[in-house]
């Protein structure tokens, strides 16, 4: 699987635009005084600008912190190793075998399946052979029907 950069970029560029929000935004302030003289107000408004400058990093995680951006497969066990990032842009390492994939009955927004109850979401276009991302999920497993069974397949 490719890596997906823009991810980390679009991050990267949140960071420093909430870092330099922080930075200028006393100058503002101390130069123009926006008209606003009293301390109590300065604060408020300082806060609330300081609350939305840190929500954007912290909302873009959340949609983000599931994106697999890139994923190893050993065929001779079967474990997939798929790297996230956390928070501060550091990678995370989630290592599952095969048959701990699990896929939601209901599609969800952010997440492709689930691996040992972590919901991770991959991007099918960025497999270089369609039979990985097939066997990732279980599509290459046949298809047994069991009326009988409500429960699912028997995974023993």
């Known amino acids: 699987m490719a890596k997906a950069q823009p991810m980390i970029r679009v991050k990267l560029f949140s960071y420093s635009t909430s870092v330099a929000s922080v930075v200028i935004m006393p100058q503002i302030l101390l130069k123009t005084g926006l008209g606003v003289q009293s301390f109590t107000m300065q604060a408020a408004f300082c806060g609330l600008i300081t609350f939305f400058t840190f929500l954007t990093p912290v909302l873009l995680h959340l949609v983000t912190r599931s994106y697999v951006t ?5 065929p001779d066990t079967d474990i997939y190793t ?3 990032y956390s928070i501060f842009l550091t990678e995370k390492r989630n290592i599952f075998h095969q048959r701990q994939v699990s896929i939601p009955s209901v599609s969800k927004m952010f997440t492709t399946f689930y691996a040992d109850h ?5 991007n099918p276009d960025l497999f270089a052979l369609p039979q990985d991302y097939n066997h990732l999920m279980g599509y290459d497993k046949p298809l047994v ?3 009988d069974n409500k429960d699912g397949p028997d995974l023993s």
């Open 82 to 84: 798929a790297i996230t």
């Open 70 to 74: 890139r994923l190893y497969h050993n």
């Open 145 to 147: 029907f069991d009326p």
């Open 118 to 122: 972590m919901g991770l979401l991959v």
